[in-house]
């Protein structure tokens, strides 16, 4: 483990999937708290991009609270041999907890229907809407 606390004091750069203010931004920010983080669209090109060093390393998701687990991160891990070095959680209960929930209704009207010119973000699979 020194290697891994000494990697810890320099500025590495750290990639994540999603869009501004995701959970795995989070993730890498308290994981690698002296290193630049830096957000990707797909998790096919996060593991491009820490297997041809452009990373040195990244964080995604193997299990989420809604959806259980991430078979596709599971494959990419494996195709890629990438190993995976720590774990961060959250209490996911207290958090989906808190959520007000909305309509089918509520969300298109809010969205436009879910037009297309109003999405700010992408991530592998969710769209983040003004």
């Known amino acids: 483990m020194e290697l891994e606390s000494e990697w810890h004091t320099r500025h590495g750069i750290v990639y994540?999937?999603?869009v501004s203010g995701?959970?795995?931004e989070s993730a890498a920010e308290k994981a690698y708290p002296n290193c630049e983080?830096?957000?990707c669209e797909q998790f096919d090109i996060l593991f491009?991009?820490?297997e041809n060093w452009t990373a040195d390393r990244a964080v995604l998701p193997i299990e989420n609270s809604l959806g259980g687990s991430i078979h596709r991160n599971y494959d990419l891990l494996l195709r890629h041999g990438l190993h995976i070095v720590g774990e961060r959680g959250r209490d996911s209960q207290r958090?989906?907890?808190k959520?007000?929930?909305f309509?089918?209704?509520e969300l298109q009207?809010?969205?436009e229907n879910f037009d297309e010119k109003l999405i700010l973000g992408r991530g592998e699979t969710s769209r983040v809407y003004k």
């Open 109 to 111: 009207v809010a969205t």
């Open 95 to 97: 958090s989906i907890g």
């Open 103 to 105: 309509t089918l209704m």
């Open 16 to 18: 994540w999937v999603g």
């Open 48 to 50: 491009q991009v820490v």
């Open 22 to 24: 995701a959970y795995s």
């Open 37 to 39: 983080t830096v957000p």
């Open 99 to 101: 959520l007000k929930k």
